[in-house]
């Protein structure tokens, strides 16, 4: 029997008979179900391994706790263990947000509007963006550990590998008859960074180890144990974070003993290195040091973790992890696991190979390294995570929002790891109540808060710079969609009403204000602003980016009107703003749809000069937004995907970022082939050996965005229906799913064999109504909260 995805009618239709009778629907309460199929995933499936040391930091290994982080190189006589800390970060002084840019619009409206571009953007230059922008803020690395010993050059048996089931990087080998082995992890209980040392001879443990970083004073603080504190500086910027860290060793007979910037551990059965940070960064008032003392934080972290022996300090390390990490398995193949290192597999897949279970462990590296960047309490991924080895970072590896931030937090719903999301949340919320409620005030003379294409920990506003990047206004009207998914996904109504709904509130006051009447046609429309950092051209054969209507613009207006509604809706709240929004909605101007059947990127089908640019805004209301379904809006989904193809057969998807963005597109349009050719491409030319995504450089987006693109293939739930294997390639004829998320609150897993759905399990965490699709057939059901319900084929049991 074959199923077709998406005709609506032939097949299709046959197959919704054959499956509604087939399909029987069982309720058990959880217990039972556990027992029902139980997992098992070979340590292969989540092993990144490697048979020779890092050459460089694009080999090392990340490990992480949300806020700790560190690349292991796993060298065997010099092991470099590279430190961050999620707060390291220069300081900026660029939240004077200037005041009455909003006087100079009617104007830049008017002309733009006329079609003068020319002058449009002369005035923005000179009105709203004062001059290029000055001196960058940058995350920064937290120094380096290095480890040195002397074991020769005749080592065997070397390997060195990360399990994402633990989150311990590892490395092993053999010198002079010895077996040595070595863990390093970021423990999230604890807040420590450790490392152990064993070796399968006593005595045998000799190392020096070395603290070093630029801007930093290292010192021995008593016997065992060094304190590095200092100043994150660069360049004229020297007003940056304040930290201090502290190096603890504990061996296992043998010596300890401090020298300058180093600890030296001799003749020792074992030895454990505990490493603690802090610094006086403080989220809710960046210009308030958080704390006087990072010492003393740091000691009396590194002092508690030392009282835990090491076994202690694994397991509850490898637990706290494991609660997150183990919600979600996958499997893409009934095939054996290639007995290759990694590096070796992404080789193979340049050459054409297809491994879907390298899918699976890039699927799961993403959800890995979320648990390891993003814990509740900390700031969110940067667009390196946490891991940075830099003074200046790409990018100042800041949060970007034009795509890349959210990006990072696609995964985080449906991949079962809500509690990631928060840090993101907190963010956004600090940025709304300091920098962004100031500058619509100031700036723009408006209601609500408005954030632009960027911005970073010190709640930076950019008022400068080129218009191509710097004029678009939707940044934080965008973030508003990831509270109200939350919601979605987790019904939690308390953080609906405290939380989302005032966000969303704020963020719809702004577009309130914004939006104005197109002269032409009466509808409301954004601007002045660029479609994310690309260009037109406009009919006097030159290049400008400023307009009125851009499709991402007026789609994020949409999603976040749609998105306040139905926020409302939930808390029973009608009030004058609710019917402001609904009032503007409906005068609210849709993106075109061009001569050639594209939809339009800019209110006009202008020339492109980029037509493969990175950027493919317009399709916003694609994904990440719910404007265009198969449901709703057919015409749409057809215009979208030729605007796809028109940008694929350009050069699209040349980032990273890009190419993952693309994955999640295809999985929406529900072309399994072409979502999985993407996926391919994605591991061919945007990934490391380190299975980082690369820009390049290295920019941890398209880690995020590629695993995010591999649950919206399995499952999709943005338009009011779970969908079921929404886009299943010939590639992954076989295999299964369990514990993604979906809307509505329900947790889903599913298998398959030769490309069809054999059953689905669905345990309900809210008791709403359940409406499952496969292919065309649907099923409807009630359900009650706790329970769960099995969908199975007659040709099962
Ligand atoms: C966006 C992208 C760039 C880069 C930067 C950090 O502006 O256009 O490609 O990813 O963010």
């Known amino acids: 029997m074959q199923f077709h995805f998406h005709h609506k009618t032939g097949p299709g239709l046959v197959a919704f008979g054959w499956l509604c009778a087939v399909f029987a629907l069982n309720a058990t309460r959880p217990s039972e179900a556990e027992s029902i199929e139980s997992f098992t995933c070979t340590d292969q499936m989540l092993m990144l391994w490697y048979r020779q040391p890092a050459t460089n930091w694009l080999e090392a290994l990340p490990v992480g706790n949300g806020r700790l982080g560190a690349m292991v190189f796993g060298g065997i006589n010099r092991e ?42 002369k005035l923005v230059r000179r009105r709203v963006l004062a001059g290029p922008r000055g001196d960058r803020t940058t995350y920064q690395t937290l120094g380096d550990l290095f480890i040195e010993t002397d074991l020769g050059n005749t080592v065997t048996q070397y390997r060195r590998e990360l399990d994402l089931d633990t989150a311990i990087a590892k490395t092993t080998f053999t010198a002079d008859g010895v077996e040595y082995t070595r863990e390093v992890f970021c423990s999230a209980p604890d807040q420590v960074l450790v490392a152990r040392f064993t070796a399968d001879k006593p005595g045998r443990i000799n190392f020096v180890a070395t603290l070093a970083r630029t801007n930093a004073v290292v010192a021995p603080h008593d016997n065992n144990c060094l304190l590095m504190t200092g100043q994150a500086a660069f360049g004229r910027l020297t007003n940056g974070v304040r930290f201090a860290v502290v190096l603890k060793a504990v061996s296992d007979n043998g ?95 340049k050459h054409g190979v297809d491994d879907p279970h390298l899918v699976t462990l890039y699927f799961q590296f993403g959800r890995y390294l979320l648990i390891s960047s993003s814990r509740p309490g900390d700031l969110p991924a940067n667009l390196q995570g946490i891991w940075n080895e830099h003074m200046a970072a790409p990018w100042g590896a800041d949060y970007h929002i034009n795509i890349n931030l959210q990006m990072n937090y696609w995964p985080a719903e449906v991949c079962n790891l809500a509690e990631c999301h928060e840090p993101f949340f907190d963010f956004i919320e600090a940025f709304a109540a300091n920098t962004g409620r100031r500058a619509a005030r100031d700036f723009y003379g408006m209601h609500g808060f408005v954030a632009h294409y960027t911005t970073d920990p010190w709640l930076y506003f950019p008022t400068a710079g080129n218009p191509q990047w710097a004029l678009w206004q939707m940044g934080g009207a965008w973030c508003t969609r990831h509270f109200i998914e939350h919601y979605w996904f987790n019904g939690d109504k ?194 490391l050996p380190n299975m980082f995504d690369t820009h390049p450089p290295f920019q941890i ?19 009011g229906q779970i969908t079921l294997l929404p886009a299943l390639p010939q590639a992954w004829r076989t295999g299964y799913f369990k514990g993604l998320r979906a809307r509505a609150g329900f947790e889903v897993s599913a298998w398959w064999r030769d490309g069809k759905l054999e059953r689905t399990q669905i345990k309900s965490l809210l008791g709403k109504h359940c409406s499952v699709r496969y292919g065309e057939v649907v099923k409807e059901f009630k359900t009650k909260p706790g329970r769960l319900y099995t969908l199975t084929g007659q040709n099962l049991d």
């Open 255 to 349: 010596h300890v003993t401090t020298q300058q910037n180093s600890i030296v551990v001799s003749n020792a059965n074992s030895a454990v290195l505990l490493l603690a940070a802090a610094t006086d960064y403080n989220l809710r008032n960046p210009d308030v040091p958080l704390r006087r003392d990072n010492t003393a934080a740091a000691l009396q972290q590194a002092r508690a973790a030392a009282k835990l022996s090491y076994q202690n300090l694994r397991r509850r390390s490898v637990t706290a992890h494991q609660r997150l990490f183990r919600r979600v398995k996958l499997k893409l193949s009934d095939g054996p696991v290639p007995e290759l290192p990694t590096d070796q597999r992404l080789e193979n897949i």
């Open 494 to 687: 308390r953080f609906l009403r405290e939380r989302a709904y005032p966000i969303l509130r704020d963020a719809v006051q702004f577009l309130l204000d914004w939006l104005v009447e197109d002269p032409k046609s009466g509808a409301l429309v954004a601007g002045p602003s660029a479609s994310p950092e690309n260009t037109f051209f406009a009919p006097d054969g030159k290049r400008y980016s400023v307009s009125m209507g851009t499709a991402m613009d007026q789609e994020i207006v949409w999603d976040t009107f749609n998105n306040f509604i139905a926020a409302a809706k939930e808390l029973r709240i009608s009030n004058n703003l609710t019917h402001q929004v609904e009032l503007a909605l409906s005068k609210l101007a849709w993106p075109k749809i061009g001569p050639d059947g594209r939809l339009l990127e800019w209110a006009q089908p202008f020339d492109e000069p980029e037509p493969g640019h990175r950027h493919i805004s317009h399709l916003y209301g694609l994904h990440p937004g719910c404007q265009f379904t198969f449901r709703t809006t057919p015409e749409y989904m057809t215009a979208a995907r030729k605007s796809l193809e028109y940008r694929l057969a350009h050069g699209g998807g040349h980032t990273g970022w890009s190419r993952a963005w693309i994955i999640n597109f295809w999985a929406r349009l529900r072309d399994a082939e072409k979502a999985y050719e993407n996926v391919q491409l994605l591991l061919q030319k945007s990934t």
């Open 80 to 121: 470099r263990i590279q430190l961050n800390e999620d707060s390291i970060w220069v300081g900026d002084t660029t939240r004077q947000i200037p005041t009455n840019a909003g006087a100079a619009l009617p104007e830049i409206r008017r002309l733009l509007f006329e079609g003068n571009y020319a002058q449009a953007e």
């Open 701 to 719: 987006d398209g880690n995020f965005g590629g695993t995010a693109g591999i649950a919206e293939m399995l499952i999709q739930s943005h338009d």
